[in-house]
């Protein structure tokens, strides 16, 4: 075969190849929640100020898109710490973060897409380190999770704003102490609820008490009361108004006109 021709079909080849890898590097789909940064090698390196939107991008094949994950995310990490007396803690923590979306360009310039390991963990370790040192391990156990975590947040925030992260939240999952302390402290725990439940019974009992006083009380002054105002004039009216009544009805009967006591009547018989 004529060199020429197989150099022509060489050239041909390679340039088919070449063509297919340019067009390659050249068309690129970004997903959803995720951003692209562009490095220009011949024209200024990483664009800081300019990150792409999700969908289909066009770039020179000689360019280079680095595309990151800018939705929530979730590590977990297990941490040994000291508490305030010393007492060795095992806590497994779960740190929910995301990059800045806007800001990919200086996180990818200064930091890198490793900024989980460079950045985030190291400063949640030291944080949390740094907060749970000030709790008993009774608090860390039962009561002060909620404030702790706010705490760690609140302590990593400036750093991480510095290098365009959001932590989210900080979650302690889990706090492992030692068994004799963990029994001690379920021990101590269970008696001031018997203590608080015992107090809550006798507070119930008092108020019963006070409350069969008052009504008792009530019952009294309802007596005293009736019995000040029925006389011996308002009885004897009450007992004619009786006679009167007894006399109208159709029964036979006899009535003795002031044979009884104090001058009432009395009535004899009833048959019908």
Do not use: C
């Not at 990151?68 to 305030?84: C, G, I, K, P, T």
């Not at 439940?197 to 507070?203: K, S, T």
């Not at 029964?251 to 104090?262: F, L, Y």
């Amino acid at each position: 075969m004529d060199p020429r021709k197989v150099l022509l079909v060489i050239v041909i080849v390679f340039g088919v190849i070449f063509s297919i890898v340019a067009m390659s590097s050249m068309f690129i789909t970004i997903e959803a929640g995720h951003r692209g940064v562009l490095f220009r090698p011949f024209g200024g390196g990483i664009q800081v100020d300019e990150s792409y939107q999700p969908g289909f991008q066009v770039i020179a094949p000689w360019n280079t898109m680095y595309v990151y994950d800018v939705r929530l995310q979730e590590q977990a990490e297990v941490m040994d710490v000291l508490s305030n007396n010393g007492l060795s803690i095992k806590v497994d923590i779960s740190v929910r973060y995301k990059p800045m979306d806007e800001m990919i360009g200086y996180i990818h310039n200064t930091v890198g897409s490793d900024f989980l390991a460079k950045i985030i963990i190291p400063e949640v370790r030291s944080a949390t380190r740094k907060v749970i040192g000030k709790y008993t391990p009774e608090q860390l156990y039962s009561s002060k999770r909620e404030v702790i975590q706010s705490e760690i947040i609140e302590s990593t925030k400036d750093i991480l704003n510095k290098n365009h992260l959001l932590l989210d939240a900080i979650l302690i999952r889990s706090v492992e102490l030692p068994l004799t302390i963990r029994e001690a402290i379920e021990r101590k725990l269970k008696q001031e609820q018997e203590s608080q439940e015992y107090a809550f019974r006798i507070e119930k009992e008092t108020k019963e008490a006070e409350r069969k006083r008052i009504e008792a009380k009530g019952i009294q002054d309802f007596q005293t009361i009736v019995s000040e105002g029925i006389s011996d004039k308002l009885l004897k009216w009450k007992g004619i108004e009786a006679t009167q009544d007894l006399a109208k009805s159709p029964n036979a009967k006899v009535v003795v006109i002031g044979s009884g006591k104090d001058g009432l009547p009395i009535i004899l018989g009833g048959d019908k």
